[in-house]
């Protein structure tokens, strides 16, 4: 078992230092290939590589070489920063940002391997040299291929105060034509106190049948990232025609998600999950970040994200932890998981009475109850309530409450409540089947095995149905040269 409690053995991440954005996210040579922003030196954000793992099936995976890393002198001397990568033929080309601290902008550049990965060659000056007027910030490129030609976004924020996302083509990934905006708006609200940002960073595009949505981060000034927002749409001669923004994930620790077009026609996607508590912990503990599980993603006939983890995922059960089947009106324990574990539940509230909380599934990871995680149902406001405010017993670590919209919870619904938690150490992902997702960090100080447990509410009784199963660690086969190696009887992630 890892010697740190919190490090995760079922997500993306080195056993070392800070990691953030996953990048390069590309199909090639019968392999998945998943690049990260990466600092190997530290758990801190500064002097970015890009880290890589490679996995014939989601589950089996690789540490390859750092792909990239900064050229004294260069462009992209003070880091290579966020981008994507895309297979062309027998090789795969890489587009980020280059960042300079002498320049506000980080332009775009590439690099290129024409070994699978293993190693890559940068181009040591500028793809696009000159920026369009009027931008303010600039950066992190999207390349994908469709209808005969090269497509790139980058994100962008403009003079006047609206973010925007900018549309270049090719037809041969050298030569680059801006064809404009390809969709800008001022900030508009998406959730209780957030809103789409004064500027966007790693746009990524989503688009099937004529239909498509933008996936966005939400970037202030002031405060740097926020959440990530989606605008569904679709394209019109150039411009993306967007409906409302909504929050493609509901939870407070996700960001910068990446999309994968999978050979089967699946889109796939990562995100950055970053930490939720204090610095000097973070510090301590040598590591930062990880990846989120990935997720399968599809657009609904009403134009909406939904998300699931990919099916391979269920390759990672271990023995079932769990199984039961009951109603209670007070407290009923189910029964006990480890560290990491996927749930699926179905959850009645009964005679509930008033609209209010109608009975929670609750995770205690202390043996006196004190330390739980909840997820209550608020048939109020039709909604699950996340509650991580006694999650942990360290008083270093984050708390908050937060809300993903589930209708089946309103009182006037009737329906059964059905989730997936999906819980590895100090992460949880909540799914619902509308495609919704919520994403946490918590860091729970009581060993395991943990409980499960089923609370009615009010006056009401809770019927449930839980199945729960212990994950087994990814397989993971790190380079004879990597910085991580001494590390690996920490990881939580063995050899093949």
Not at 30 to 52: I, S
Not at 280 to 299: C, D, H, I
Request: proline share 9%.
């Amino acid at each position: 078992m890892p010697a740190d409690p919190h490090l995760p053995v079922a997500h993306l991440r080195p056993p070392r230092n800070w990691i953030n954005d996953p990048n390069g996210l590309a199909f090639h040579d019968g392999h998945y290939h998943v690049c990260f922003q990466h600092h190997p030196y530290g758990p801190e954000h500064a002097n970015m590589h890009w880290g890589h793992f490679r996995s014939p099936d989601l589950i089996t995976w690789e540490e390859l070489p750092l792909a990239l890393t900064p050229t004294p002198g260069g462009e992209d001397a003070d880091g290579c920063f966020s981008g994507n990568a895309i297979s062309d033929g027998d090789r795969m080309v890489a587009f980020y940002s280059a960042f300079r601290t002498d320049r506000w902008a980080q332009p775009v550049t590439t690099a290129e391997s024409r070994d699978n990965g293993v190693t890559w060659t940068p181009r040591g000056s500028l793809l696009i040299p000159e920026l369009p007027e009027g931008a303010t910030m600039y950066r992190d490129p999207y390349v994908w291929r469709e209808a005969g030609r090269w497509r790139m976004l980058v994100g962008s924020a403009q003079a006047g105060g609206r973010a925007a996302a900018l549309l270049y083509e090719s037809g041969d990934l050298e030569q680059w034509k801006y064809r404009g905006l390809f969709l800008d708006r001022a900030p508009q609200p998406v959730a209780p106190g957030a809103d789409t940002g004064l500027g966007w960073e790693c746009p990524q595009y989503l688009h099937a049948d004529g239909r498509g949505a933008l996936l966005l981060g939400a970037w202030d000034p002031e405060l740097g990232p926020r959440r990530t927002v989606v605008y569904p749409g679709r394209e019109q001669a150039g411009r993306f025609l967007a409906g409302d923004p909504v929050l493609l994930d509901h939870g407070p620790d996700f960001y910068a998600p990446a999309l994968l077009p999978a050979p089967d026609g699946r889109w796939l996607l990562w995100g950055w999950s970053w930490e939720a508590r204090d610095p000097k912990w973070v510090r301590e503990s040598g590591w930062a970040g990880l990846l989120t599980m990935p997720r399968e993603v599809t657009l609904a006939e009403d134009g909406s994200v939904r998300q699931r983890p990919a099916a391979e995922l269920l390759a990672l059960r271990d023995e079932r932890a769990v199984t039961a089947t009951g109603e209670t009106a007070g407290t009923a324990v189910l029964g006990t998981v480890g560290p990491s574990f996927d749930l699926t539940a179905r959850l009645e509230p009964r005679s509930a009475g008033s609209a209010g909380t109608a009975g929670r599934l609750r995770l205690v990871t202390s043996a006196d109850g004190t330390e739980y995680l909840d997820i209550r149902i608020d048939t109020a406001a039709g909604e699950l309530v996340v509650d991580r405010d006694h999650a942990s017993l360290d008083p270093r670590a984050h708390g908050g409450t937060y809300r993903v919209p589930c209708p089946e919870a309103s009182a006037v619904s009737g329906a059964p409540v059905e989730l997936r938690l999906v819980v590895d150490r100090s992460v949880a992902e909540l799914y619902l089947p509308s495609g919704r997702a919520l994403t946490l960090r918590f860091y729970p100080t009581g060993g395991a095995p943990w409980r499960i447990e089923a609370h009615a509410g009010g006056e009401g009784s809770l019927g449930y149905t839980v199945g729960a199963w212990n994950l087994r660690p990814y397989t993971m086969r790190y380079t004879a040269d990597s910085n991580a190696q001494s590390a690996l009887p920490d990881a939580g992630l063995v050899r093949p």
